[in-house]
Nanobody
């Protein structure tokens, strides 16, 4: 069974940094685009950044220049380096990936999320 597990969230002061990780596990044949999304209280879940298996990245305007997405294909892991954090970055951060399980079809998987709190 394929699953995504995020880690690295926590409490940080404005201007600080955090690095999120998301590891895919299970009987995986191939992983396509991976990404990070976030959801603040009483708001919709929004795209933060995505990265293809070839390394092409895409960012929300609100995080460009501050966040960097990367992946380690050998470890089936995607990262989100978050610098110069702002109060408005506070949210639950979710990992998403398109994965083809061994012997199966392509499906979209979500992690359970990791909380990021930016507060002074």
């Amino acid at each position: 069974q394929v699953q995504l597990v995020e880690s690295g969230g926590g409490l940080v002061q404005p201007g600080g940094s955090l690095r999120l990780s998301c590891a895919a596990s299970g009987t995986i044949f191939s992983i396509g685009t991976m990404g990070w999304y976030r959801q603040a209280p009483d708001k919709q879940r929004d795209l933060v950044a995505t990265i293809t298996n070839g390394g092409t990245t895409n960012y929300a305007n609100s995080v460009k220049g501050r966040f960097t997405i990367s992946r380690d294909n050998a470890k089936n892991t995607v990262y989100l380096q978050m610098n110069s954090l702002k109060l408005e970055d506070t949210a639950v951060y979710y990992c998403k990936a398109g994965i083809r399980a061994a012997g199966g079809n392509w499906s979209v998987y979500w992690g359970r999320g990791t909380q990021v709190n930016v507060s002074s």
